[in-house]
C-alpha cells in the first residue's frame, strides 16, 4: 500500500487494526501536517492526482495496443 498526499498536504498512510477477536483489518489513517509521524512518511508520499493520472495513462496504453493489433491483423 502507498501513502497518498491528499490536498492540503493530509497524508493518507496504511494503518492496521486488530479487533478483540484477533481480526486484523487493513485500512488507512491521515496524518496532518502537524502531526510527529508526519516527517517520517512524507518521502514515501505520492500526491493523489498523480495516483489516478498514472493509472489512467497505463489503461490508455493497454487500450491502444489492442487496438493496434486488430487493425493490423
Request: proline share 10%.
Amino acid at each position: 500500500m502507498s501513502v497518498i498526499m491528499l490536498p492540503g498536504g493530509v497524508l493518507r498512510v496504511p494503518a492496521a487494526t486488530t479487533l478483540p477477536d484477533g481480526t486484523k483489518v487493513d485500512g488507512t489513517r491521515e496524518i496532518r501536517p502537524d502531526d510527529p509521524e508526519y516527517p517520517h512518511w512524507l518521502p514515501y508520499a505520492q500526491r493523489e492526482a498523480e495516483l489516478w493520472h498514472g493509472d489512467e495513462a497505463e489503461q490508455d496504453q493497454r487500450i491502444l495496443a489492442r487496438w493496434r493489433r486488430r487493425e493490423s491483423a
